[in-house]
């Protein structure tokens, strides 16, 4: 049937502040469904309290809310909107457990609500684990033996019944949060405990363990006609007993006989068509006895998830924009395929190329944390890897990750150590992937790996042919390898590094024999049905074939480096200041190109720049992209720290930077010339030191005095960043430094005890500086101002501590001959500013700023950097009115047993807006008491 013109207007719920277990895909989901929405007219009325996304821009949808998602800011929504129905299966799950709590407050019903896109009953039947096991039951679809418990007895007497090992899941939770595996009795009771606080309707299910079965995903969707498609199937590579979040994941499904594949497929539509005939998106899991080929269904998903998001960028099918039209009545023939432009949408995508999904961890910045993966989700992001093959993928997946690696291996960073890698292998934890590779190359026997692992002889098939491919090509040096195998290294992947690496040379020379000898990458569009109809959408993967698929137009162009994987410190702000570059180059005439390799973001959608290349944000693939499209420059700006430390080779390489020029981005991180260009400017700064080794530095701290905050330079969100109060923890801590970043240099400040922190952004043309908004922190310097509520405007900055933070800040901006956006952190003692450091970038708080006072700042800047605008061009008129906080959210309960003090590294995974009307506000005296009185403790 044709849409419903009964629904005018819609309200989305957002999944709000990104922590472990959801994160920026439900953006995604999010914005993709609002833009869906009013391309039909519908008025779109959007509520989330996370101000980094591009989901709570003005440019998403009608009406933005940036209020806390809960029953009061419903109401007073509905209030002031006549809404016609709400969508609440885009914001994970914090969005059902508020649709339902409003649905049994009666709130819908009250205000004549409709909840489209799902309904309560599907909802109740797929979180609640007892209803889902006796439907399931009813259906006729195998799941594990097990009951729900609601007491710690009721729990006891399961186990009894059912024997060990056994699985904990609570009710109600993401991620995984709360469950677990038991292997012996003696470890339940604490379990199980655990598992009944976590819920929120204090419930479990205790269910037989099926540890090492197969797991696999598909991905549906279904019109009110009851017309049901999968859209991907996608297989672990983890066997169960790693959360899917943090599993490797593969899609197609590689290993999937088509026998199974298709019981699997009936079933999955049976469970939709069982939960509910609500028309929309699921996410159904399964796993699969590698024995004997048994299938169990272990959960159902009636919302769009992380998988979805992963989906759509895997296939190129837009789940979230389907669904969205889905739920407002269209049916599948009636819409059109978002890549065709010409065939319908009632179609199951075909792929003729294999993606590969790896996680992202953070274990670092949570000291003392079990890095062992299990049932509770723990990785903070994801990557992708596009190949024409499964080794392909996951060479470039390996390369995105950002973690100091060249790709699976050959890059020197093996691990020799049998038993470590043995322990590895039995017990999963974020590098096992790495020590699967590192055992074959120590010669471990297959069969022993496949014992420990569990995972799939293909798989481990496919990683042993790498280590023995290597091995042939150590056999040659630059000069005498084949062109066929030097081909066949790169039709598996490996970059130009590795290669140079097994053939002892320099990457530039493998580069250079390479294209002597034709091997030249190509470009591949995502086309969703394997090239059978021809595709207009402009997303491509490179792979090494002959024929090419990307064209390149005489237009001017500019590319825009994407951020990577989320991670602490740099997460989903970096995403919106590109999507929000994207636009704006638009705007000025460029065709815009986005390099990114994360399949949560907006910034990969492949609707948001003119072209997307899906690829790593790793030097060998953006020089190769760079010589394909010959743009007339790059933006480096607005993707982090990553896109930031391209910069130099950019330079190197004679690539235009537009914006601020490499010398002005070196000299800010080099704390040496930036201190002189300090001294020169008048403008005050801690006393500090840059040491090479640890006796340096004990010299140093003679002079400086303790206690001193000690950091490597170039790095981002304050990792290993320490404050050390004498010279053993100086000394201990600078060796911890220099092994985790070799050669690097530390910088030592002496810390300003006390002090209050502040920060200002601004934009810069070289000549005019335009400060877009100052925030003052609640806590003291030293705790990372990533974790630190911060104020804005400043709540207690006297006018001379705020003449001196504008004057200082005007003055840096240009002295660094800043062309774009510039953030600096303050240090205020006795009413004496000191810079503590300069980001000629985008930073953290820009989305925050743009949120709280309502100005398209990034799209000013960027403008800015193309040289198109002055900052005098633009009228600048900020909505401001109270004040803005922003609150860091933590993922503390992934890691229980970490320390939770704050300190100058960044633990945050991210961060709520909430707005006051003045200083005497309650929710602003009770943080500003409680921060106070911890940080005294």
Known sequence: ????????????????????????????????????????????????????????????????????????????????????????????????????????????????????????????????????????????????????????????????????????????????????????????????????????????????????????????????????????????????????????????????????????????????????????????????????????????????????????????????????????????????????????????????????????????????????????MKSVGEVMGIGRNFQEALQKACQSLEIKRNGLGADGKELKDQDKILESLEHPSWNRLFHIYDAFKLGIPFNKIKKLSKIDKWFLNQIEELVKLEKDIEQYNLDSIPRELLMEAKEKGYADRQIAHLLRCLESDVYKKRTDLGVKRVYKMVDTCAAEFEASTPYYYSTFEHENESEVTDKKKVVILGSGPNRIGQGIEFDYSCVHGVLAAKECGYETIMINCNPETVSTDFDIADKLYFEPVFWEHIYDIIQHEKPDGVIVQLGGQTALKLAEKLDRYGIKIFGTSFEALDLAEDRGSFSTLLAENDIPYPKFGVAQDAGHALKLSDDLGFPLLVRPSYVLGGQSMKIVINKDELEHHIVDILREIPGNKVLLDHFLDGAIEAEADAICDGENVHIIGIMQHIEPAGIHSGDSYAVLPPYNLGDFVMAQIETYTKKIALALNTVGLINIQFAIKNDTVYIIEANPRASRTVPFICKAYDEPYVNYATKVMLGEKKVSDFTFNPTKKGYAIKVPVFSFNKFPNVNKELGPEMKSTGEAIYFIDDLLDDYFLKIYSERNLYLSR
């Open 1 to 376: 049937m044709p849409k419903d013109n009964s629904i005018k207007s819609i309200l989305i719920i957002g999944s709000g502040p990104i922590i472990i277990g959801q994160a920026c895909e439900f953006d995604y989901s999010g914005s993709q469904a609002a833009r869906s929405l009013r391309e039909e007219g519908i008025e779109v009325i959007l509520i989330n309290s996370n101000p980094a996304t591009i989901m709570t821009d003005k440019v998403t949808a009608d009406h933005v809310y940036l209020q806390p998602l809960e029953k009061k800011s419903i109401i007073d929504i509905l209030k002031k909107h006549k809404v016609d129905a709400v969508l609440p299966t885009m914001g994970g799950q914090t969005a059902l457990n508020l649709a339902i709590d409003c649905d049994r407050a009666g709130i819908w019903e009250k205000f004549g609500v409709r909840i489209i896109g799902v309904d309560i009953d599907a909802i109740e039947t797929t979180e609640n684990r007892e209803k889902f096991r006796l439907k399931m039951h009813e259906l006729g679809v195998s799941v594990c033996q097990g009951s729900t418990a609601t007491s710690f007895l009721q729990g006891k007497e399961i186990a009894q019944e059912i024997g060990f090992p056994l699985v904990i899941r609570p009710s109600y939770t993401l991620g995984g949060y709360g469950g677990g595996f038991v292997e012996k009795a003696e470890d339940f009771d604490k379990a199980l405990t655990s598992g009944l606080h976590a819920s929120p309707i204090h419930e479990v299910l205790v269910e037989q363990s099926i540890l090492g079965w197969k797991e696999y995903e598909l991905e549906l969707l279904r019109d009110n006609n009851g017309n049901v498609i999968i859209i991907c199937s996608i297989e672990n590579f983890d066997p169960m007993g790693v959360h899917t979040g943090d599993s490797i994941t593969v899609a197609p499904a590689m290993t999937l006989p088509d026998t199974v594949y298709q019981g699997m497929r009936d079933l999955a539509i049976k469970m939709m068509n069982g939960i509910g005939q609500f028309a929309g998106g699921c996410n159904v899991q399964f796993s699969v006895n590698p024995e004997n080929d048994d299938i169990i269904a272990i959960e159902i998903n009636p919302r769009v998830s992380r998988s979805s998001a992963l989906a759509s960028k895997a296939t190129g099918y837009p789940i979230a924009k389907i669904a969205a039209k889905l739920a407002i009545g269209y049916n599948l023939d009636e819409l059109k395929n978002q890549i065709t432009k010409t065939t319908s949408a009632y179609f199951e995508p075909a792929l003729d190329y294999v993606i590969v999904k790896i996680p992202r961890w953070n274990f670092d910045k949570f000291k003392g944390s079990d890095r062992k993966l299990g049932l509770q």
